[in-house]
């Protein structure tokens, strides 16, 4: 069967989490990703937090499928020269360097022009123009310069970053929608373009109903849904807002049965409007459906903090997964805390490629997230990292280069 990306040939250029989480994107649509790499050392995620000695970590094989791996030195004389023939060949060039590094080894946006007027340049940087353009950025300093740690915790504690990957992977994710605009775009001028995705303004992008909050804020002074509202003060910025909903139905995590062993023993409970009556009857309250204190969502917020407490002593009578299923039944929105352990061995996500079980040839077996994003014509198969240089000469040789010459170049350290 077709993938939607048969035929586009990437140059990867990427390293640690953003810009590969990209890469395995376009390479999982399809793509014939070609990574970059340094002979000898490679990606640094090879090395880092590994949990088997001498064989490439989790970190990377999780974010490297589907690629083929080339080892050249850029800055080469003679490896710059194959990485030109690279450039003449590709599509796309996703790099994601420190500032100013791929024009240090020689490769401008107008010699790369020079070479491949049809080719896009991808970046991912820490920052876009301005006055931190030129700063090194990792995963949690874009989740704080981007607004997400101000607003994430809880108001008497200190800003709090996420375990979802925004700033990185979050930030690939947009890179990989302007590089298929561009390929788009080219289709119809025949021109490449640079792209930028920078990890702030992914990040900002992604709290955008937080820049929505401050806007409130100022106007009036107040959020009714934010836990600080009615007895807490506000300041001139948004607050942290704990577990509150961030949308118009309040909500909360609540303790379930078994909280007092089980860190993961809870449920997010929507008290969603039109299912107050319900909610109501389920925990025992009848007389709260009608009651003028407590019938109406604007009647209730001043209260949330009692009304979560009273239905927390309904949740705590029951696991999330008994109050899942007796919430569902009544269309009430909840949702367990799952652990990365029950995620790991749920069924469902097997089923549907979400979670994926990978054979590799010095790690053996391993766990992975495939691709998030289903497409009914251009099917996901999870095929396992490259290991080091696996395909230098497969790909020297698809370039032109005899096994003469490939020799030559690698004794001269070029590849
Ligand atoms: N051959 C020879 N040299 C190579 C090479 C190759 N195949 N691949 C990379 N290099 C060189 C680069 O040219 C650069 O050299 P220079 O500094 O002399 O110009 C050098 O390796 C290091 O690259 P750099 O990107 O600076 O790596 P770093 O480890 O110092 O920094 C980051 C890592 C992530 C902080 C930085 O790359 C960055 O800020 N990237 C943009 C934002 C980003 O993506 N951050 C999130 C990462 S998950």
Same mark, same amino acid.
């Given at each position: 069967m077709s993938k939607a990306l048969d035929g586009v040939r990437i140059l990867d250029f990427t390293h640690v989490q953003s810009g590969p989480t990209c890469t395995q994107l376009l390479a999982w649509f399809g793509a014939d990703v070609i990574k970059v790499e340094r002979a000898g050392?490679? %990606?640094? @995620? !090879? =090395? #880092?937090? !590994?949990?088997? /000695? %001498?064989v490439d970590s989790l970190y990377f094989t999780m974010l490297n499928h589907n690629k083929r791996s080339v080892t050249i030195d850029t800055k080469n004389p003679e490896g710059k020269l194959v990485l030109e023939a690279l450039i003449q060949k590709c599509d796309v060039l996703v790099e994601n360097f420190a500032p100013g590094a791929l024009d240090r080894m020689g490769f401008t946006w107008e010699r790369i022009q020079e070479l491949n007027p049809r080719m896009i340049v991808a970046s991912v940087k820490?920052?876009? /123009?301005? /006055?931190?353009?030129?700063c090194k950025v990792y995963e949690n300093v874009a989740q704080c310069a981007g607004g997400a740690a101000s607003t @994430?915790?809880? %108001? %008497?504690g200190p800003p709090v970053v996420s375990g979802a990957q925004i700033g990185d992977s979050g930030t690939g994710l947009h890179l990989a929608l302007g590089i298929v605009t561009a390929l788009y775009q080219r289709t119809l001028t025949g021109r490449g373009q640079k792209v930028l995705a920078a990890m702030q303004d992914g990040v900002l992008n992604l709290c955008r109903v937080k820049l929505r909050d401050q806007q409130r804020l100022e106007r @009036?002074? @107040?959020?009714? =849904? &934010? *836990? #600080? &509202? *009615?007895n807490g003060t506000f300041g001139e910025a948004v607050p942290r807002?704990?577990?509150?909903?961030?949308?118009g139905q309040p909500g909360w995590i609540l303790k379930c049965k078994g909280w007092e062993t089980d860190p993961n023993a809870y449920i997010y409970f929507i008290t969603q409007a039109p299912v107050w009556a319900k909610i109501c009857n389920v925990i025992g309250k009848e007389e709260w459906a009608t009651d003028p204190n407590y019938a109406t969502p604007a009647a209730r917020l001043p209260h949330l903090k009692d009304i979560f407490a009273e239905i927390e002593r309904w949740t705590m009578t029951k696991t999330k997964f008994e109050a899942m299923q007796i919430l569902n039944k009544y269309d009430i929105p909840c949702g367990p805390i799952l652990s990365m352990k029950e995620i790991a061995e749920e069924p469902s996500l097997r089923k549907t490629g979400t979670i994926v079980e990978v054979d590799h040839p010095t790690r053996g077996k391993y766990l992975t997230v495939g691709n998030p994003i289903k497409l009914s014509d251009s099917p996901t198969e999870v095929k396992r990292s490259p290991l080091l240089g696996e395909h230098t000469d497969e790909v020297m040789t698809e370039l032109g280069y005899s096994p003469e010459q490939i020799s030559a170049l690698r004794t001269a350290g070029a590849i």
């Open positions: 050392a490679g %990606d640094i @995620t !090879r =090395e #880092q937090l !590994r949990d088997i /000695p %001498d820490g920052f876009g /123009p301005g /006055p931190y353009e030129d @994430t915790g809880f %108001d %008497d @009036t002074g @107040t959020m009714k =849904e &934010y *836990p #600080q &509202y *009615p807002a704990g577990n509150a909903s961030g949308g």
